[in-house]
């Protein structure tokens, strides 16, 4: 798995790797990424249109739920991305930045990007909603680490438990009870890394995509594979 | 206008007495709602189902807003359901009850009128969240301030601003800039009363379904109705 290229052998040496600190803390203090070079505001813009999209799409999963219990709980999980959105555009207002402005241009492939991920069936769009808002949270936490003087503290906003113990309950039961589906999802989670990284790149800055720069950031994407990895095992699906 | 009943020449009365009051408080601790008999349980399962619907409602109005500053704006306004519905989960489980199971008698019933509310475009889907959760929380505000002993603080959850403000601001400006975008949810926001009362008459307790309790919910429905108008003039739309 690259991030600038295509093919090369990183995937299998992830997998195995990620069974041996399946459970670790994620090293967001000695990333690689914290020393890339980044704008601030755009990465404010971006990182808070990217929470929007991931509260859109879960309150959207939430309300197309099959049960009560399942809409009250995605609902109450969706809350979470409004909350660290809104402490984003806070940030972006602190440093005297429009919020609108900032998050507009990251709009529209934002929106396309979405869109692909929403799946063929509800139990694909929340697939979606648990495996790419935890890449792309692993993804901009690592991100945001790096900008002074808020950046830790908005960092912390995107790791923990998030909305996933809430989707995985549902996911998992569902899985339980119908395996076809654990197969079809297990499809469909292999398929979403690779437009979730495509997604993510964008954020970074020319700077690192040379052959020099990829070096510099394989290290995260091994780390971002792993977690993604634990993911997939929490649903009991195979990456 | 009449809950339990067709025709009746109070919906006129009701308009002309709007104007001279329209910006009265909500007179909540005076209501004859509060000395009718409701079950605890049944309420807040009816209440919460509704609040978690009025939250689902509006973020997919703030999902599909054409900007990027409504987005923001309306799931931000959207947040405010979801906090008041968990404050009823909250109550429920407070009471011992399971949240779930009290609010899926309310389900089927819920989901129908607000997929008939969604009306046929984002527009006319978005004066809803404005018209039919002014008038529903209006209408709930009263019946909680009835339950001892935490009711008064639920009820005060769904009076004040609210989403209003960013709703209202989303509105009247799509309306300055098209006037027949204004006669057409103009139209809509009168058809919008009827079947709003409808799914609101369902938490009266079948005491006051007789000529003698209407009698008794009469002032509510007055000030109901006052209220309601006071929200389409606030759009610059006639009641």
């Known amino acids: 798995m690259r ?10 040496g992830t997998r195995s ?23 601030p505001l755009a990465l404010l813009g971006r990182a808070a249109y990217v929470q929007l999209a991931q509260f859109h799409a879960l309150s959207r999963a939430a309300a197309d739920a099959p049960t ?6 995605l609902a109450s999980a969706a809350g979470q991305f409004l909350a660290s959105h809104r402490a984003m555009v806070a940030a972006l207002e602190h440093r005297g930045a429009n919020p609108a402005e900032a ?18 069936n509800w139990y694909e ?5 648990y495996l790419v808002d935890g890449l792309l949270d692993d993804f901009y936490s690592r991100l945001l680490a790096g900008i002074e003087p808020d950046g830790r503290e908005l960092s912390r906003l995107l790791t923990g438990p998030r909305a996933s113990a809430e989707v995985v309950a549902v996911l998992s ?9 654990g197969s ?19 954020a970074l800055p020319e700077t690192v995509r040379t052959p020099a720069g990829e070096a510099r950031v394989e290290p995260v994407l091994t780390e971002l594979m792993a977690e993604h990895t634990r993911r997939m095992d929490r649903l009991g699906l195979t990456a």
């Open 3 to 12: 991030w600038f290229g295509r093919g090369g052998k990183a995937a299998e």
């Open 68 to 73: 009560v219990e399942a809409k009250g709980s």
């Open 125 to 129: 769009g929340l697939t979606s909603c």
């Open 173 to 181: 039961a569902a899985i339980a009870r119908d395996p076809r589906l």
């Open 103 to 120: 998050m507009a241009p990251f709009e529209p492939a934002t929106d396309r990007f979405f869109a692909d991920v929403r799946g063929a």
């Open 17 to 39: 790797r990620s069974k041996s600190k399946a459970h670790a803390e994620l090293p967001i203090d000695r990333v690689a990424l914290d020393n890339v070079e980044l704008d």
């Open 184 to 202: 079809r999802l297990a499809v469909w989670g292999r398929r979403l890394v690779g437009d979730t990284l495509l997604c993510a790149r964008g």
